[in-house]
């Protein structure tokens, strides 16, 4: 059973840069798509960023373009979200999901989610 851990989250200031991780065990991740994924208090899960395992077919949301960067480390299983520059609106519990179907990852129908990690951005 596919199981994925988060860290990293915490009480960041504007303009922070801090890295999510995300630990990937249970099967072998080699041919799924990899993504992050962010709820805001009050607001629905969006898509925030998604690669192929392989580091390919990179995506990220307009609201996060030029400053997140998704990449793995396939020696540690692990998929990172390099976050810049960020705002209080980036504010919000991140989520690392998996899908062995692009489309269905980008669209957040998986049943792989890890728990959550809280980013709390300070003006």
């Known amino acids: 059973q596919a199981q994925l851990v988060e860290s990293g989250g915490g009480l960041v200031q504007a303009g922070g840069s801090p890295r999510l991780s995300c630990a990937a065990s249970?099967?072998?991740?080699?041919?799924?798509?990899m993504g992050w994924f962010r709820q805001a208090p009050g607001k629905a899960r969006e898509f925030v960023a998604s690669s192929y395992w392989s580091g390919s077919n990179t995506n990220y949301a307009d609201s996060v373009k030029g400053r997140f960067t998704i990449s793995r480390d396939s020696a540690k299983n692990t998929v990172y979200l390099q976050m810049n520059a960020l705002k209080p609106e980036d504010t919000a519990v991140y989520y690392c999901?998996?899908?062995?179907?692009?489309?269905?990852?980008?669209?957040?129908?998986?049943?792989?989610w890890g728990q959550g990690t809280q980013v709390t951005v300070s003006s």
């Open positions: 249970g099967r072998t991740f080699s041919t799924w798509t």
């Open positions: 999901a998996a899908h062995p179907v692009f489309v269905k990852l980008l669209r957040g129908e998986t049943d792989y």
